[in-house]
């Protein structure tokens, strides 16, 4: 138990900077929490693997992390930008957005950060804790 608290939160800790990294890349900047949410959004990613058999296409297994991120980006945004008001993002001028929190085209783009991070998570499982090595299926 112990030992699996201390690799979840070493791939949270390397997922949450990673995140950061490409909010500054693509935003020119970020936030502290952003670390936080994204390493709870590597985490949750990587754990598809877990429950979801290793032959499900990987576009599959995408668009559940996007699913995932969403549900939690609505639930910080709610608590960080709503609650707080930390102002961290708006979505309130993109089409299809719900309180300004989450909206169609960044959860697409989930989607695609989605596929990244199952082949981080995967690949940094199998190198630095010996779990399975990772295989995909496309279609």
Partial sequence: ?????VKLSILAALG??????????????????????GGV???LIG????YLPWEMPI???????????TAVELVAGIILNLYLNLGIWDYSGLPCNLLGQICLPFSLLWAALSVLCIFVDDALRWRLFHEEKPRYKWV
């Fill in 41 to 43: 959004c590597f985490v």
């Fill in 59 to 69: 576009w599959k297994q995408a668009l559940c992390g996007s699913a995932l991120v």
């Fill in 16 to 37: 949450g900077m990673l995140y950061m990294g490409v909010e500054l890349l693509w935003r020119g900047r970020t936030h502290w929490t952003m670390g936080i949410v």
């Fill in 47 to 50: 754990g598809l693997n877990n």
């Fill in 1 to 5: 138990m112990k030992r699996e608290f």
